[in-house]
């Protein structure tokens, strides 16, 4: 069991940045994938970005050239810096740690932080 504890959320303005972090209970190497997802009123969760365990990353379109996932080891934390946010930025954010095991996939979330970004 991958325990996940968000931080850094808050209330911003258009156009400024906030850091997410995610602390893990145990190492980020030995999860495959990190990620952070988000959900907004109404909307299903929806990933926006994703680092694995060699470091590839992915991100969502709507997120490219803003937001940046990374991780350190020596924390087990996961970053997600977030520049340039817009007012569609609003939403819980979740980090996720998703462990593959044979033919299985076992999904592990945070509490989830609030992010507000008024125009």
């Known amino acids: 069991q991958v325990q996940l504890v968000e931080s850094g959320g808050g209330l911003v303005q258009a156009g400024g940045s906030l850091r997410l972090s995610c602390a893990a209970s145990e190492s980020i190497f030995s999860i495959n994938v990190m990620g952070w997802y988000r959900q907004a009123p109404g909307k299903q969760r929806e990933l926006v970005a994703a680092i694995t365990s060699g470091s590839s990353t992915n991100y969502a379109d709507s997120v490219k050239g803003r937001f940046t996932i990374s991780g350190d080891s020596a924390k087990n934390t996961v970053y997600l810096q977030m520049s340039s946010l817009k007012p569609e930025d609003t939403a819980v954010y979740y980090c996720?740690?998703?462990?593959?095991?044979?033919?299985?996939?076992?999904?592990?979330w945070g509490q989830g932080t609030q992010v507000t970004v008024s125009s």
């Open positions: 996720n740690a998703r462990r593959l095991w044979m033919l299985d996939e076992y999904d592990y």
